[in-house]
Structure formats: C-alpha cells, structure tokens
C-alpha cells in the first residue's frame, strides 16, 4: 500500500498525538530522538491508508548524521622545531609541495617567524638555508608605541587566494595594550607587508562594560581565517566583549567581507543571521564558541567547517560546525600534551588536506609544548591522528 501524504491541517494534531504515544510507551525516547537530526517517523493508520509524519526537520530518513570518530593515533607530540626562546601560537599550510610554517617567537617582543618543509615531520628551516630549525622572518614589530603593532605581532593565520597570501595577525604597541587585529600580505608566502596602511583591520569591541574591573585587557585577536563563497570570514577573541564568558574572557565572534582587509562590506554574524558593520567595528555580543584562540578548516567533502581549540588539558578538541548556522554538530579529540596552539594543518586555501575517500580524514595538529608552563621552555610538536568523518553526501560548492 502506497504511503500518502497528510492533509495540512491534519499534520499539528497528528504530531501532538505521536509524541504522546512515543512518550507514553517509550519513555526517554521521543526527547532523544527529537533532537536527531536524522528524522524519525510515525507510521499510522488514519481511515485505511497509511501516512508518515516527520517529527523533526534535518537530514533526510536514511542518510548519516554528522559525526567525527578517533580511529587510531599517528604522530603523538613529536617535536619539530625548536630555538632557545618561546614559540608558540603556529599556523600551518601546505602550499603545493611545501609547508609553510608560521609562530609567534620570542625576538625582540613577538615577531612571526617563518619555516617551510616537505613533510610535516621535518626538519624545518629556512626558504634558504636547509639547516633545521632555521627560519626566516615573515613579519616583525614597527618598533614604535605609535603603532597597534609597535611591541608585539603574533598569533597569525595565513591564507592563499588567487596567487596572494593574506596573514591576520594580532598586534599590540605596549606590554598591557589592548591588543586589535592587523593584516599583512604576500607575494611569496615568506616575506609580508602591512595592509591598511598599516592601521589594524579590527579593534576591540569594549561592549562589556565591566572589562577592565574584571581584568579582561587582552582585546581583540588570535583571528583565525577562511574564504569561501567569495567571502573572508574571520573568527577572533575579542575579551572586551559583551558576549564573552564573563569569568575568563573566553569567546569566538565571527566577521565576514569581500574585501580582505574587512573595511567595506562588513558583516558580524548575531546567531540569526548577518548584520552589516561600519569598517573595522563589531559589537562582539554573540559568541558562537565558548573558547580562546581557534583553528579552523573547510571540509568541502561533507559540507562541514572543522575547528580545532585547545580547551582541555592533554587532548586538541574537535568541532564540526554548521557552514550556514556555525552551529556545533559534532565533536572529538586528538591526544596531544598541548601548552598553547592548535594549528590544523589545511591547504593553502584553508580546505582539508585531499584523501582518497570522503570518510576517511587524517587530522595532523602543530601545538607548543613544554616541560614546564614557562613559555621560554616551549617548542613546537606535531600530533596527527585517522578519523571516521560523515556524512559524506553533500559536498560544499
């Protein structure tokens, strides 16, 4: 017998009824199931012919649910470079055959030095000389308190759109400055120069009220970038914020621009949806991940954003996001001794490294680690491990 659809002012009672008799005979199962994804549904027999109802929207009956599974451990803190000073904060990507390597170090203040090599593993050095742990300098401080970026630049995250690489970086001009994100740009992937005339891109928020008293002076930084759809977008700690955790400061807010320099065209994402911005603002008071400094990824295989955070001791924490709503929809954890970071390793664009099947992805992490919580005592360590990814039915355009 064919299955016939439900007349539309029959479909609110026919719900409310099945939730009761899912409820009344399978306690705990209907608030689970409604929370699925995958919908679930009631077959019932209404005057002789047989109708299925969907209690919930989402995934299509039959297809995987969005899901991320710790298969087996690869590389497990395996140092990778290392100097007589702190490094930490890298950011990680494979540009052809090449890695490109970049952290904030301790030189004089914080500058973002740069590695490159053919395997993750190493050795790492400089674009000229092949001696491990050699490195070139990709972007220094300007040396005077007139500049947001006069003392310190650090945390970058580098992209490759249309043969230019973009590094987002945060900067600040004094020890105890708030910090505001700038944007530098490259030709070579080695050697960057500053964009908006040297003025930074996005400053802090300063919406909560009470950030000074409750010693939340960090500002707005470690940005993490991703382009698709013609669009940068840009995710970022902002600590002034009115929609950080009030405790610690900890909250991830998302901008998004045509313009990679976000000074035209600037949209904050509310949770709703979209609101338009004037150049280099944001309110910060929707957070979309309770969380510091973030690494992320696009995984056009299953239509999914792949996000990387250091917010539990001795394991990398792994996110799927929603590419429309940045909602969580997954999550896992790679072992790793972390002190500071994670960078994931993507392609120079920010998309998962190519793999032979769609549910079979590789997910390798550069973190610092130490002996001790000193930075001075930091180096920066690769762990990798295989993953079970879904679903796998709709890929990214």
Known sequence: MQAKKLPQRGKSLVKLIARHILNEYLPGVCAREMNRSVAPWVLLILAGAFYFIPLTTGTKAGSEEPALDFVQQGAHDEIILTRPSYDYAPAVIRDGTVYRLYWCAGVAGDFI??????????????????????????????????????????????????????????????????????????????????????????TAARTNPKYELNHLTYGAGQPAVLYWGSYFYL???????????????????????????????????????????????????????????????????????????????????????????????????????????????????????????????????????????????WDLALSSGNFKISPCANPLK
Request: proline share 6%.
């Open 113 to 202: 030095l740069y590695a490159e090599a053919s395997d993750p593993r190493g050795p790492w050095h400089s674009s000229q000389i092949q001696t491990a742990n050699t490195f070139d300098v990709a972007l220094r401080p300007t040396g005077s308190s007139a500049n947001f970026d006069g003392l310190h630049t650090c945390d970058p995250s580098v992209i490759k759109i249309s043969d230019r690489y973009y590094m987002y970086y945060g900067g600040s001009s004094a020890d105890g400055a708030l910090t505001a994100i700038g944007l530098a740009a490259s030709s070579d992937g080695i050697h960057f120069n500053r964009m908006n005339g040297g003025e930074p891109i996005i």
């Open 235 to 377: 995710s970022f700690t902002d600590s002034t914020g009115a929609g950080v955790n009030p405790g610690n400061g900890a909250g991830q807010f998302l901008m998004r621009s045509k313009d990679p320099t976000f000074q035209t065209g600037l949209q904050e994402w509310t949770g709703t949806g979209w609101a338009d911005r004037a150049a280099g603002q944001h309110t910060a008071e929707y957070s979309y991940l309770e969380s510091f400094g973030i690494d992320w990824m696009l995984d056009v295989k299953t239509n999914q954003i792949i996000i990387a955070t250091d917010r539990i001791a001795g394991e990398v924490s792994l996110y799927l996001l929603d590419p429309d709503t940045f909602a969580v929809r997954g999550a896992s954890k790679l072992p790793t001794q972390w002190r500071e970071g994670p960078a994931l390793i993507a392609q120079a664009d920010r998309t998962a490294l190519p793999r032979p099947t769609c549910d079979a992805l590789q997910i390798e992490v550069v973190v610092a680690e130490g002996p001790k919580p000193d930075p001075w005592t």
